[in-house]
């Protein structure tokens, strides 16, 4: 909750490759008081069935810059095996070969997101997400 002399930070996460909110993505809060100043990690969550992460820290006084990092990583890896299970099941069914693309499960593997902040002021940053792209924005 943000007070006359804090800022607070929520945020969200949709993958748009599925149309679904992303459940399960660990999120680590930091933040500074300064551009030269060092990183504080406050603490982290990880998002909800709804793809939110209700219980973020607060920031401390005097924080001018919050940094939030996104372990996309396992969540690609999860569904990029269901997916591959599916299609196995599929190709054995119609007697096919399996010609999938054996890359990385995901291109992007962490989403660091770094903005300014003013005293007094609620920030919610979505993060909208796929395998290989990633966009966000200031909220609402």
């Not at 499960?105 to 300014?116: G, L």
Request: aromatic content about 8%.
């Amino acid at each position: 909750m943000s007070t006359s002399t804090t800022a607070s930070v929520s945020t969200h996460i949709l993958d748009t490759s599925v149309g679904r909110p992303a459940a399960g993505v660990a999120v680590l809060l930091s933040a500074r008081g300064g551009r030269e100043a060092d990183w504080q990690a406050l603490g982290g969550s990880a998002t909800d069935a709804d793809g939110r992460c209700k219980d973020l820290p607060d920031l401390p006084e005097g924080t001018t810059h919050v940094r939030l990092d996104f372990a996309v990583e396992p969540y690609f890896e999860k569904h990029q095996q269901k997916d591959q299970q599916k299609h196995q099941q599929a190709d054995a069914q119609q007697d096919a070969p399996a010609n999938r693309d054996s890359g990385p499960a995901v291109f992007f593997p962490e989403v660091a997101i770094t903005f300014a902040v003013v005293p007094g002021e609620h920030y919610h940053v979505p993060l909208l997400l796929n395998p290989f792209g990633y966009s966000v924005y200031r909220g609402s």
